[in-house]
């Protein structure tokens, strides 16, 4: 799961990115209005975390942008206590929540799992699939009362599966979607043919199903 952190106050910023990626969210960060509207019109996110005072101009106009050009995208707004104008402008652009400063980095990953819920699932914490039970909140796989162990990488490229069920999904997006912005370092994408192999092995031995199909020339499917 991709997200972007729009923050100039480089304590805060380096902090949240630091907790979600611990947490296993590919983080990428911009510091001022130019660079945060270069980053959201350049790339797909699942979610932005965006602070509503910011070098060059105000947050509002890259929840604007975000909202015109890929609407699906979820937004909470982060803000100081007197700014509840424009905490409510946000919302009725198409942010889905806010948080007020301070707030603790557990509160933003709980707001930040219900708008990826919200976004993806419908609101679901559990996510059934075949013999598959997916349990949003805690990351955790089961295959009847099964835990099925899987990697952080296995299990957002799972969650990416689920999400964009029946749909094929080029090796691009897939690379963007788990590596982001380091993928443009990256000699070729066959590490992503490893995880999938991987994830499809274990999904094949605990569930009997092969429910990713390879679409030649195009990508992969998620289907059952």
Request: charge should be negative; include cysteine; proline fraction near 2%.
């Amino acid at each position: 799961m991709k997200v972007l952190v729009v923050e100039d106050e480089q304590a805060l910023r380096e902090s949240v990115v630091t907790y979600l990626q611990q947490e296993g969210y590919i983080c990428e960060s911009a510091t001022d209005l130019r660079e945060a509207r270069i980053k959201a019109a350049d790339f797909t996110y699942e979610c932005l975390i965006v602070d509503l005072t910011l070098p060059g101009g105000n947050g509002l106009e890259v929840v604007k942008l975000v909202k015109e050009n890929n609407p699906e995208t979820g937004i909470i707004i982060i803000s100081a206590k007197n700014a509840l104008d424009d905490k409510l402008t946000g919302l009725e652009m198409g942010a889905d929540d806010y948080l007020t400063k301070p707030f603790h980095l557990s509160e933003l990953n709980a707001r930040l799992k219900s708008v990826i819920r919200r976004r993806n699932f419908n609101g679901r914490k559990t996510v059934r699939a075949g013999r598959l039970e997916v349990f949003t909140d805690s990351a955790e796989v089961m295959v009847d009362d099964r835990k099925l162990p899987l990697t952080k990488k296995e299990y957002f490229l799972l969650l990416y599966f689920l999400s964009n069920r029946n749909r094929v999904l080029t090796k691009d997006s897939i690379a963007e979607h788990l590596w982001g912005d380091h993928m443009d370092g990256l000699d070729s994408l066959d590490f992503i043919y490893t995880h999938i192999k991987n994830l499809r092995r274990k999904l094949l031995d605990s569930c009997g199903e092969d429910y990713i199909q390879t679409v030649y020339g195009l990508g992969y499917k998620f289907s059952c």
